[in-house]
């Protein structure tokens, strides 16, 4: 049977985190004999009674739960740092304190992992679905993916959602190689890497309830106005962040990257920069490509503009 870490990280999480424990402690991976699992829990500096609970949990599991006290560093770094700390295992699954999982999520995620390539490294992840704050379906949803996963797509736009994701040790020993000084999302740089020297597999079906509430950041405004409002200010928001990315991965993995097209790829990328005209060749001879077209048509703008 396999081995399985399921990391979770919280902050003032009490509201919902009995919900979500309830749900992991019932993953049926270990009773069809795919997976035993742990569930592994690093509080970011909670002061809402998130600790108690987790304390109370750890002491009625003790063989499945554990927990302890971080600073206070944000989701990004605390993911990083729980990879960073946990016993070696098959597969790593990210968990966030206050969404809903369906019973089969990890046998899921496991059976695919088993049968993707074992000599590189793999994630896993799912499309999400979408609940209000009582568990209820939304009329709104993340549609899945129009365009195939890969590289071209990782460098300018994210699509795995953190909280479905599972990789593999080999991912996870990338990962922890040297933590990026800078990166816009955890998941954003599982996706680069991923997809730049391994596999990715993105399930069309929803294993997670994804719930939706004034504490988390998405949104799900339906009108046309609204969505291209958010598209922009999306792109605003991340000015600069796409560039400084790369260029961290770049830095890390740079040294593995001499015969990798990809790396050629990201490093060609940042050069073009510094001419409108080489920016404008890049464009038309690569095929960098966004999801959905009206956000492809608008990076299509700012990369002329050179505001990435």
Not at 117 to 145: A, F, G, H, T, W
Not at 182 to 197: K, P
Not at 232 to 257: A, C, P, T, V, Y
Request: hydrophobic share 35%; charged share 30%; proline share 3%.
């Amino acid at each position: 049977m396999k081995t399985l870490q399921i990391l979770m990280s919280t902050y003032n999480g009490a509201k919902y985190i009995r919900e979500q424990m309830d749900s992991l402690l019932d993953q049926n991976c270990e009773k069809l004999g795919k997976a035993a699992f742990r569930i592994v829990i690093r509080d970011d500096g909670s002061s809402d009674g998130t600790q108690d609970i987790l304390e109370e949990y750890a002491g009625r599991y003790p063989e499945k739960v554990s927990w302890y006290q971080g600073e206070n560093h944000g989701v990004i770094r605390s993911f990083f740092e729980l990879l960073q700390r946990v016993d070696t295992s098959d597969y790593y699954a990210f968990c966030d304190q206050d969404d809903y999982w369906m019973e089969d999520k990890m046998t899921r995620a496991v059976e695919i992992l088993d049968a993707m390539r074992k000599d590189v490294p793999v994630l896993y992840c799912c499309r999400p679905k979408l609940v209000d704050q009582n568990l209820q379906p939304l009329e709104s949803e993340i549609k899945r993916p129009p365009m195939r996963p890969g590289f071209r797509n990782a460098m300018i736009e994210n699509i795995v959602t953190g909280c479905t994701a599972v990789l593999d040790q080999s991912l996870r020993e990338m990962v922890v190689k040297e933590l990026p000084q800078f990166t816009v999302m955890h998941d954003w740089w599982l996706y680069l890497i991923a997809t730049c020297f391994g596999e990715i597999y993105y399930d069309e079906t929803p294993y997670i309830c994804y719930r939706q509430h004034q504490g988390n950041v998405l949104g799900t405004k339906t009108r046309k106005m609204d969505e291209w409002k958010m598209r922009l200010k999306r792109f605003r928001g991340n000015r600069g962040n796409i560039s400084h990315q790369l260029e961290e991965f770049i830095r890390i993995f740079g040294d593995m990257g001499a015969e990798n097209e990809n790396m050629r790829l990201a490093e060609r990328f940042l050069k073009v920069r510094k001419s409108f005209w080489a920016r404008k060749r890049f464009l038309r001879d690569t095929e960098l490509y966004r999801q959905r077209r009206e956000d492809d048509r608008i990076f299509h703008i700012i990369l002329l503009l050179g505001n990435y």
